[in-house]
């Protein structure tokens, strides 16, 4: 039992899955730091006060919190899809090289094929 659970944890899934978890962690905080001390304080600098949730209720349902956890999510995903296009755009030309290499060795393949092909009809 021991063993498998040493393999369980080595898998190279398992690892994986673990970075992404402290990565996105650590990310998660960028974000957060991102919203509350760049991003929210300029909305506030045009729109004035940016705090729903205090403001806004009615007989003691505060849908006021609903608005802000909405505005924060918009922003947060906004701040995200923004990293992930930079991210892309620096990244691209190694995927570009990639996919040439994959294109070479389908074409190596093709030829590799081809001549096993003429090879055995000529035994």
């Not at 673990?18 to 509350?36: T, Y």
């Not at 994959?102 to 035994?123: C, F, P, S, T």
Request: overall charge negative; aromatic content about 10%.
């Amino acid at each position: 039992m021991l063993q498998e659970f040493k393999e369980f944890i080595l898998r190279g899934n398992v690892l994986d899955l673990a970075v992404a978890v402290v990565i996105g962690a650590a990310f998660g905080r960028i974000v957060d730091s991102l919203v509350e001390n760049i991003i929210m304080p300029s909305i506030a600098l045009l729109f004035g006060d940016t705090d729903f949730a205090s403001d806004w209720s009615y007989m003691g349902i505060t849908y006021g919190v609903f608005i802000q956890a909405v505005i924060d999510f918009l922003i947060i995903a906004a701040a995200i899809f923004v990293f992930i296009k930079v991210v892309n755009k620096l990244t691209r030309e190694r995927f570009v090289a990639e996919e040439e290499e994959d294109e070479q060795l389908v074409l190596l393949r093709e030829i590799r094929d081809a001549l096993v092909g003429e090879n055995e009809k000529k035994v």
